[in-house]
């Protein structure tokens, strides 16, 4: 299953990104769609997700300041990132989930993913 996520960039605190994931649409009609984000050293993050029926769940750290949503006819799923500050620079990654999957207080399970795009890089910087 090939994802591949685009939008990434360099933006000053308050700023704003929309991240893009593309998938098969086999995949995607099918799938769970989730955005997580890693900083070299520490670990896996996830952010938001988002499921067939266009259930969304997100973090803490990013209510109210992130929306994911899908658009089923072009096979993508968007991160906007509204209010960016510097502890949002991270990698951040698309992902396929097993549908059915349960979001806790940690993302969804690692067993449950069945698919990691490459990843695009977001910098939030004055």
């Known amino acids: 299953v090939q994802l591949v996520e685009s939008g990434g960039g360099l933006v000053q605190p308050g700023g704003s990104l929309r991240l893009s994931c593309v998938a098969s649409q086999f995949t995607f009609m099918r799938s769970t769609m989730g955005w997580a984000r890693q900083v070299p050293g520490e670990g896996l993050e996830w952010v938001s997700g988002i499921d067939v029926n266009g259930n969304r769940v997100y973090a803490d750290s990013v209510t109210d300041r992130f929306t994911i949503y899908r658009d089923n006819d072009k096979n993508t799923v968007y991160l906007q990132m509204n209010s960016l500050k510097p502890e949002d620079t991270a990698m951040y990654f698309c992902?396929?989930?097993?549908?059915?999957?349960?979001?806790?207080?940690?993302?969804?399970?690692?067993?449950?993913?069945?698919?990691w795009g490459r990843g695009t890089q977001v910098s939030v910087s004055s």
């Open positions: 992902a396929t989930v097993a549908g059915g999957a349960k979001w806790t207080r940690g993302g969804y399970p690692s067993a449950q993913v069945t698919s």
